[in-house]
């Protein structure tokens, strides 16, 4: 029997739950939930997500770490804060050298990735390439962005970013890939109010475009942005980037407006 299946079972005794109970939290029927605890299936990737948002459990203990073996104060120590987000074991594939490759997620292909972005399988039918100058100590993946929300850098650019394992590395006023739920792949400035008001505030460089917000719960993934490539050069007089100062002032009069809005 695999880990995950016992883990099922401990973690629903564990909150004196029946199958049919967990099943309904899980939206699935009650003969897959025993399937799942006599590991005659394994939970998909949707599945395990929900397992995952029901004990609140990183994906990687419920697979990896035997539940029940642990004391109590080492099982809290597991389960996630609310407004938390960590994440899932990341898909990669590496090269003959056992180096790991970068895949392109293009235009065209950031639907499908939704669904897609931890299925071993999937990734591998990405396009894929290696660039030797980045540091060796970090997972990356290269997105295509579109619309011109983040000017200088152009519609069509390759952003490619470092994996970043939770919400807690985001950093104020850097350029990330945060791949969501309900917003999709967006390329923004992220000032992190996660541990205040479990949201992030997300601010594009074209000031064109309004700020706006995301819950936490909502992002599945978080690339760091340390490099892109572009067919276009930039242009004497192309738009200047603002500074850290000015987009923190555009994100708390965002965080102001929003705090009028609920009081009335």
């Known amino acids: 029997m695999s880990l995950i299946s016992e ?10 739950l029946t199958q049919e109970e967990l099943a309904n939290q899980l939206q ?10 006599e590991g005659r299936a394994d939970p998909r990737i949707e599945n395990l997500k929900r397992i995952s948002e029901v004990f609140g459990l990183p994906v990687d203990d419920l697979i ?29 594939t590496v090269d003959k050298e056992e180096r790991e490759n970068i895949h392109l997620v293009p235009q065209k292909a950031a ?6 972005y931890a299925d071993p399988e999937y990734i591998q039918d990405l396009p894929k390439f290696q660039l030797p100058m980045l540091p060796q100590n ?16 152009e519609p069509g650019s390759v952003i490619i970013g470092q994996y970043m394992e939770n919400l807690d590395e985001v950093k104020n006023g850097f350029t990330y890939i945060l791949v969501t739920s309900k917003e999709g792949i967006v390329f923004k400035r992220v000032f992190n109010y996660v541990e205040e008001k479990g949201k992030l505030f997300l601010v594009s460089d074209n000031k064109a475009y309004a700020p706006y917000e995301v819950e936490a719960e909502d992002v599945v993934e978080v690339w760091q942005a340390k490099a892109f490539i572009s067919v276009k ?3 004497p007089g192309d738009q200047e980037t603002p500074n850290l100062q000015e987009l923190t002032n555009i994100v708390m009069d965002l965080k102001e407006e929003i705090t009028n809005l609920k009081a009335k």
Request: positive net charge.
């Open 7 to 16: 883990n099922l079972k401990y973690l629903r005794k564990r909150d004196k």
């Open 28 to 37: 699935i029927k009650r003969s897959l939930v025993g399937a799942y605890e």
């Open 64 to 92: 990896g770490t035997n539940l029940s073996k642990l004391t109590d104060v080492e099982f809290e120590k597991l389960k996630m804060k609310p407004g938390e987000s960590k994440f899932q074991v990341l898909a990669i």
């Open 111 to 116: 639907a499908g990735y939704l669904n897609g």
């Open 138 to 153: 970090g997972s990356y993946r290269a997105f295509e962005i579109t619309g011109d929300s983040m000017l200088p850098v």
């Open 233 to 235: 050069f930039p242009e």
